[in-house]
């Protein structure tokens, strides 16, 4: 797991802190964009690992930032978990996230599924 990278793509600084805590613990190096376009500066200037993403980001739509990653060749094997606090996700949405290979959980999410997700993502690609 050392020097894994990940990106945390959130407009909420609450959900960065929490999760900048978690994965700092657990040993990885952090990340983090507050919206679409500072997630896409990031992602093509640095070496990310996994993304973790919010769906909605203020005026963005963090499946913006999912099509970001998977239209690029260098950035398509990412995992990214994607995160929500809308109870509601248009079946749009919802198809998006699974046809683009995203993991999705709604906030709040627990720590040790978080954990456990990122870690089976990050066996499975590296």
């Known amino acids: 797991m050392k020097n894994r990278v990940v ?3 959130d407009d909420d600084p609450s959900i960065h802190r929490w999760l900048t805590r978690l ?13 679409r376009r500072a997630a896409e500066v990031v ?3 640095a070496r990310i690992d996994a993304v973790i993403l919010d769906l909605r980001l ?3 739509s963090g499946l913006d930032v999912l ?3 998977r239209s690029r060749a260098e950035l398509a094997p990412l995992p990214v978990l994607m995160l929500t606090g809308s109870n509601y996700m248009t079946e749009t949405e ?15 999410a627990a720590a040790s599924e978080i954990h456990a997700a ?7 690609v590296h």
């Open 7 to 9: 990106l945390i793509v």
């Open 23 to 35: 994965l700092e613990v657990l040993g990885y190096v952090v990340m983090t964009a507050k919206d």
């Open 43 to 45: 992602l093509t200037a």
């Open 58 to 60: 203020g005026d963005d």
């Open 67 to 69: 099509d970001f990653v």
């Open 94 to 108: 919802r198809a998006s996230i699974q046809k683009q290979g995203a993991r999705l959980f709604f906030k709040p």
């Open 118 to 124: 990122l870690t089976h993502a990050l066996d499975s």
